[in-house]
């Protein structure tokens, strides 16, 4: 059985939901990535901005990422799977809520991951592949 944890991106690092979008923009390009999840004072998931989250709903909005905060592009309930949770159960999580990155968090409900498409296609068959596009990009 093959688990989140070992499927997963470590390392993965949160943006406090009181950050500005230009500060969540300038840590996407530190670390290389195109999503954030975002933490609440407690440091418990409430959302995931998107690089495309920040250019379409702040910049093409007409609004200064300066000024607006990470919470107020997060919307909807987070998603998120344990770090021992098989493979299947995040191919169904994906699929299900059309989603192509999704948080891992420990027992302590701590961020300890991501897992994006390109780290599924490392471990899935040809047909799993094509299973979750065809949830996903439906």
Not at 58 to 87: F, K, M, N, Y
Request: charged share 25%; net charge negative.
């Amino acid at each position: 059985m093959t688990t989140a944890a070992e499927i997963m991106n470590p390392g993965a690092q949160w943006i406090p939901e009181t950050e500005t979008l230009d500060r969540a923009a300038q840590l996407m390009r530190e670390l290389g990535v195109g999503a954030l999840p975002v933490s609440d004072p407690e440091e418990r998931l409430c959302g995931i901005i998107t690089d495309r989250d920040i250019v379409v709903k702040c910049v093409a909005a007409g609004h200064d990422p300066a000024q607006v905060r990470a919470s107020e592009l997060c919307q909807g309930t987070p998603r998120w799977i344990s770090d021992d949770a098989d493979v299947s159960e995040v191919l169904s999580t994906m699929g299900t809520h059309q989603i192509r990155r999704l948080p891992v968090i420990d027992e302590d409900k701590r961020l300890v991951g991501m897992i994006s498409e390109s780290d599924l296609a490392q471990v899935l068959t040809d047909d799993q592949i094509a299973d979750f596009v065809s949830q996903v990009y439906a």
